[in-house]
């Protein structure tokens, strides 16, 4: 399988409709080289742009969905469109991933879970997600998570029992705590025994510099493909049988004791 992060900045001289259409140009330039094509978090407003979010916010089929549908189904290529914020028909705002197929079917929509923030922000701007979500692809399983997302093993741990082989994570990352992406990236393969595909942003959003250099990882935890600070499509091929084959050679997952119901004896 063939995968794109598409690593953009959010300008904050350009307009959304105008981010829109470069974003689904690039979806569509990687017609015939990616089965996958992965989107950062928020990437309509910025990540840390709070102040955007109820002014930007969208239905669940709203122009960002038109927009990545159509772009999906003129490349070609299974999109997890990242984040937008939505707004639900009760008015509640949420940070929701879109991920489609070839086809231009919105084929899951994932809610953020952990909200980021702590007593600001995403935290008290936007409700929580409440499910987890898997997508079937061709010869993989997807679990979907969104950035604050991987600081919280319990959340992969589920998606892990609920199948999934591949974790996609598109993120508006800090700069400041890139360490952090880094080492829990490699820590959520190493421990589900699972492909990562971590999707960040460039530039600054609302004078946040952020942390860049998307990442796809491998089930023993190994980098197999790292982009730099700027505007990049990291590109790489990976054979998702490899995730049966070291959870084979290496049964972890069979050990566990602690959080089965009922516990294993």
């Not at 927009?67 to 299974?78: D, F, L, N, T």
């Not at 991920?99 to 899951?108: D, K, L, N, Y």
């Not at 990976?238 to 004896?265: M, S, Y």
Request: negative net charge; hydrophobic residues 45%.
């Amino acid at each position: 399988m063939r995968a794109s992060l598409i690593q953009i900045a959010v300008d904050e001289g350009e307009s959304v409709e105008s981010r829109r259409g470069r974003v689904a140009s690039l979806v569509r330039d990687q017609a015939g080289a990616a089965d996958l094509v992965v989107l950062p978090e928020l990437w309509t407003t910025g990540a840390f742009a709070y102040e955007e979010f109820a002014a930007e916010a969208e239905t669940l089929d709203g122009p960002t969905h038109e927009a990545m549908a159509k772009a999906a189904s003129e490349a070609g290529v299974w999109l997890h469109a990242g984040s937008i914020p939505e707004r639900d028909t009760d008015g509640a705002l949420y940070n929701t991933s879109l991920v489609f197929s070839p086809s231009g079917e919105r084929a899951a929509a994932y809610r953020k879970i952990h909200r980021f923030g702590f007593d600001k922000g995403e935290a008290v701007l936007m409700g929580a997600g409440r499910d987890l979500v898997t997508v079937a692809l061709p010869g993989t399983t997807v679990g979907l998570a969104t950035c604050y997302d991987l600081r919280f093993p319990e959340l992969f741990r589920g998606l892990v029992d609920a199948g999934a082989e591949t974790l996609v994570v598109p993120a508006g990352w800090p700069e400041r705590r890139r360490a952090h992406w880094t080492l829990l990236a490699q820590a959520r393969a190493v421990e589900n025994q699972a492909f990562v595909l971590a999707c960040g942003t460039a530039g600054t959003h609302a004078g946040v510099p952020q942390a860049g250099h998307s990442i796809v990882v491998d089930p023993w935890g190994e980098v197999l493909a790292e982009a730099g600070w700027g505007e990049e499509v990291l590109t790489v091929e990976f054979d998702p049988a490899r995730v049966a084959t070291t959870r084979e050679q290496f049964p972890a997952l069979k050990d566990r004791v602690l959080g089965l119901d009922p516990p294993r004896r």
